[in-house]
C-alpha cells in the first residue's frame, strides 16, 4: 500500500477521438513503437467497413499482440499509459460515449487537409459538457493540408475552446520541412540527411536562432513562418495549465503519424501536461479521491463474447481509488453482493496477463457471469460506496424489434436482455401493449445488434424502422397516458420511467402548448 501515491501519479489514462480516417490506428501504432511494444509501424492495413471488429482487434492479428480488449496499457518513460479505445466508425454508439467517462483526458486526432469534421464535432461535444482535458494532434501533414492559422480558426470557432499551438508547421506536404516548436524553442526537421540533427536549439539569446535559420534557409516558407509565429505569440492564448486541465485551452501539436514526424514531441509534451487520475464523485457529491486507500472502481462496458468459442463476458472497470490485488473481496454496491475478483485480466500491450495488482487509472477486465451492468460500483472494505450514475445518452433513432421465428422467444429475449444490460443498445417498452422498442444514438447499434442476436444467440430478428424521434422523459406524476397520441408515443425506459417519443419539434411544442405545467426532461 506504500507505493499507492507513487503508483498512481504515474498513470495517464486517455482515449483517441477523430473521425474516421483521420489516423487514430495509425497514431496508436507510433505510441506503441515509441514504448516499445511493437518494433516496427505501419504494416497494419485497416480492412474497413467490418463493424463487428475494432481497428485494434486487427492490430492484435496482425502483430500477435493483445489487445481484443479495447485497452492498451504499456510504459512510456517514467509513466503507465493506458488507452481505451473508442470506435472510430461513421457511426456513433453509446460505448464510444461511455468510454470517455473512464478517461482522464482525450486526444483528439484531426486530418489537416479536411479540418474538424462532424465525428470529431460529436465526440468533441461529450469532452467539453465533461470539462475533460483535450490534447490536438493535427496529422498527415506531409499531405497537402489546409494552412495552420485556418485550422486552429477553425477548432476555435467550431468547437468553442481556446486552442495554443505547441509548435507551428513549416510547410506541408512536398514542401514539408519541419516544426517550429514554441513550446521547446527549437526547430524539429522533418527528415534530416543522414547524420545530421534532429533538433535545432531555437534560443535567441544564444544565437542559435541563427543556427536554424541557416539549416532552414533555402526553405522559403522560413520567413512567413516566423511572423505567424510572431503573431501567435503576440496576439494568441496565453499557456495556461489550468486551463487546460479544465479542458478550456486545448494545446495543438501538429505532425503526421505515418511517417513518425512529430508523434514523439507530442507524446513526450503530452505525458507533461496530461492528468494523473483525477478524483471521482459519489452519489452523495462526495470526492473519492484516488490516494485513498480504500479500493474503489466502477464499471463502464461490458463486452460478451469476445472469443466466439467461450461464452466469456468481461467487464471493464476502471479503477478509483485504492489497489487492486488479485483475490481480493469486494461489495458490488447494486446488489449488496460480495464477490471475490480473482478471474481478473489486465490489459498490457505485449500479453495478457492475470493482474496481480492495479492501481487508479487502470482498467481491469472482470469475467463476469451476469452479476455486472454499466455502472455498478464496487468496492472493498465496509464502508459503502456508490459512484454518480453514469450518463444515458438520448437516442435519437428507434426501431420496433421481434423474434422472425415466434418458437424463438426464449432465445430472442434472453438476447434482448443481455445485450442491452450490455449496453448495445437501449430498450424501451410500449406502454400498453409491452412491445419492444430500440433506441440508439446511431443506425450502427441497430447492425450490430441484429448482427449479434443472429451469431450469438441464434435468433433473427425483424426490425421495423420508427425513424429519429426525439425522446422526453415526463414527471411521472404529471403524467396521464391520454396526453400520448401517435406523434408523441408513450413508453417505459428500462427503468419503467415514463417517456414519450416525439415525432419531432413541431410535435414537442405542441404539446408543450397544450400542457405549459408538464415538466419535459432531456438526458445528455
Ligand atoms: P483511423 O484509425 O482514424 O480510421 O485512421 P487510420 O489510422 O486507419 O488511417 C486512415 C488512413 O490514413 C490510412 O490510409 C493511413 O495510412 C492514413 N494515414 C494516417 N496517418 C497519416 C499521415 O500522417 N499521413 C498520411 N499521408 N496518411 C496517413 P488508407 O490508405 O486509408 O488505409 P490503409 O488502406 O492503408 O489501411
Redesign the pocket.
Known amino acids: 500500500m506504500a507505493n499507492l501515491e507513487e503508483e498512481l501519479q504515474t498513470r495517464r489514462t486517455f482515449a483517441i477521438i477523430?473521425h474516421?480516417?483521420?489516423?487514430?490506428?495509425?497514431i496508436t501504432e507510433q505510441m506503441l513503437l515509441l514504448g516499445g511494444v511493437v518494433r516496427e509501424a505501419g504494416t497494419v492495413?485497416?480492412r474497413k467497413g467490418n463493424f463487428a471488429k475494432s481497428?485494434w482487434m486487427e492490430i492484435e492479428q496482425k502483430r500477435g499482440i493483445s489487445v481484443t480488449s479495447s485497452v492498451l496499457q504499456f510504459d512510456f518513460g517514467d509513466k503507465r499509459i493506458n488507452i481505451l479505445d473508442t470506435p472510430?466508425h461513421e457511426d456513433f454508439s453509446e460505448d464510444t460515449y461511455r468510454t470517455l467517462m473512464a478517461v482522464d483526458s482525450v486526444v483528439m486526432?484531426v486530418d489537416s487537409a479536411k479540418g474538424i469534421e462532424p465525428q470529431t464535432k460529436k465526440l468533441f461535444e461529450i469532452v467539453k459538457e465533461r470539462h475533460i482535458p483535450i490534447f490536438t494532434f493535427f496529422?498527415?501533414?506531409?499531405?497537402d493540408g489546409r494552412p495552420a492559422i485556418d485550422l486552429v480558426d477553425e477548432l476555435e470557432s467550431t468547437l468553442g475552446i481556446q486552442a495554443y499551438p505547441m509548435n507551428w508547421p513549416i510547410g506541408s506536404g512536398k514542401i514539408l520541412a519541419g516544426l517550429y516548436d514554441l513550446y521547446h524553442k527549437r526547430v524539429e526537421l522533418y527528415r534530416p540527411a543522414d547524420g545530421a540533427k534532429r533538433f535545432l536549439p531555437l534560443d535567441a539569446a544564444a544565437g542559435d536562432e541563427l543556427a536554424a535559420a541557416n539549416a532552414l534557409q533555402t526553405n522559403p516558407l522560413w520567413d512567413e513562418v516566423k511572423d505567424e509565429v510572431e503573431l501567435l505569440q503576440d496576439a494568441g492564448n496565453e499557456f495556461d495549465e489550468d486551463a487546460i486541465l479544465r479542458g478550456e485551452l486545448t494545446p495543438v501539436f501538429f505532425g503526421?503519424?505515418?511517417?513518425n514526424f512529430g508523434v514523439e514531441t507530442f507524446l513526450e509534451t503530452y505525458m507533461d501536461y496530461a492528468p494523473a487520475p483525477v478524483a471521482k464523485k459519489t452519489v452523495d457529491g462526495t470526492l473519492v479521491e484516488p490516494a485513498n486507500p480504500q479500493f474503489s472502481a466502477f464499471v463502464f462496458k461490458i463486452q460478451a463474447n469476445m472469443d466466439p468459442n467461450h461464452r466469456d463476458r468481461i467487464a471493464f472497470v476502471r479503477i478509483v481509488s485504492g489497489e487492486f490485488e488479485r483475490g481480493m473481496d469486494v461489495t458490488l454496491k447494486r446488489l449488496n453482493k460480495k464477490l471475490r475478483l480473482s478471474n481478473v485480466t489486465q490489459f498490457m500491450a505485449d500479453s495478457r496477463e492475470n493482474v496481480q495488482n492495479a492501481y487508479p487509472g487502470d482498467i481491469i477486465g472482470i469475467y463476469d457471469t451476469g452479476n455486472f451492468q454499466i455502472g455498478d460500483t464496487i468496492y472493498a472494505g465496509k464502508k459503502a460506496l456508490e459512484f454518480e450514475e453514469l450518463p444515458t445518452f438520448t437516442p435519437e433513432t428507434f426501431m420496433r424489434v421481434r423474434a422472425k421465428n415466434v418458437l424463438k422467444q426464449k432465445s430472442f429475449h434472453k438476447g434482448v436482455t443481455q445485450l442491452v444490460q450490455e449496453g448495445t443498445i437501449q430498450m424501451y417498452t410500449a406502454w400498453d401493449s409491452g412491445e419492444y422498442i430500440l433506441g440508439a444514438v446511431g443506425q450502427l447499434q441497430f447492425e450490430v445488434f441484429q448482427f449479434r442476436m443472429e451469431n450469438e444467440y441464434n435468433t433473427e430478428v425483424t426490425l421495423e424502422a420508427m425513424g429519429a424521434k426525439t425522446a422526453r422523459w415526463v414527471n411521472p406524476d404529471q403524467l396521464d397516458s391520454r396526453m400520448a397520441s401517435s406523434r408523441n408515443l408513450l413508453v417505459r425506459d428500462r427503468n419503467g420511467e415514463p417517456v414519450f417519443l416525439f415525432e419531432n419539434a413541431f410535435a414537442e411544442r405542441w404539446f408543450k402548448d397544450k400542457y405549459p405545467d408538464v415538466e419535459l426532461e432531456t438526458k445528455l
Do not use: E, F, H
Request: hydrophobic share 25%; aromatic share 0%.
Open positions: 477523430s474516421p480516417d483521420a489516423g487514430k490506428t495509425t492495413k485497416g481497428d472510430g486526432v496529422n498527415k501533414l506531409d499531405r503526421s503519424a505515418l511517417t
